[in-house]
């Protein structure tokens, strides 16, 4: 970290399947020092009473816990920045709503917003190929994020592309994914 400097923090988000932890972690590889801060792995330290989402369905105690992981996971990025190094968050966020949380609790932070956007059949190709089923109950959320993140940061259909091609182009794109301070 720069001093005087905002932190730079990474969020990288987009439909199970899409290839979020890959492409995260393909990025922090070309930086000296960065972290990587995956939503659902904090969610799984909850041991009891963890609650998913049913049915594509984000409601009640469930999203009060995606919330509470999306706090923990800014708090984490905010002490590696600290510490000199640039996190990448991988979560699905769909909404709006949730976009703000994560603006909001890295207000003073310039956070680029990464969308990786294939095709729907790719993300349930990609999906099965790892062993996976979260795909096929998700696809729904394509075009509800489509609706809700539209004009939000950089769009990477990354369809045809391989996970290097893909950092590439974000890596390309990294002005267009700056989102405006709040």
Known sequence: MTFGRPP??????????????TVARALAERLDRSAVIEGDALRRWIVRGAEWP???ALQGEAERQYELAIRNMCLLARSYAEAGFTPFLDLVVVTRYHLEAFRGYLRGARLRLVVLAPAVEVTVER??????????????????????????????DSSPLSVAETADAILERQAEALLPPL
Do not use: N
């Open 8 to 21: 730079e923090i990474w969020l990288v988000t987009g439909i199970p399947g899409a290839g979020k932890t």
């Open 54 to 56: 049913a049915d594509g």
């Open 127 to 156: 999906d099965r190929a790892r062993g996976g089923t979260a795909a096929d109950g998700w696809t729904h959320l394509d075009s509800a994020m489509r609706e809700e993140l539209a004009g939000f940061g950089a769009w990477v």
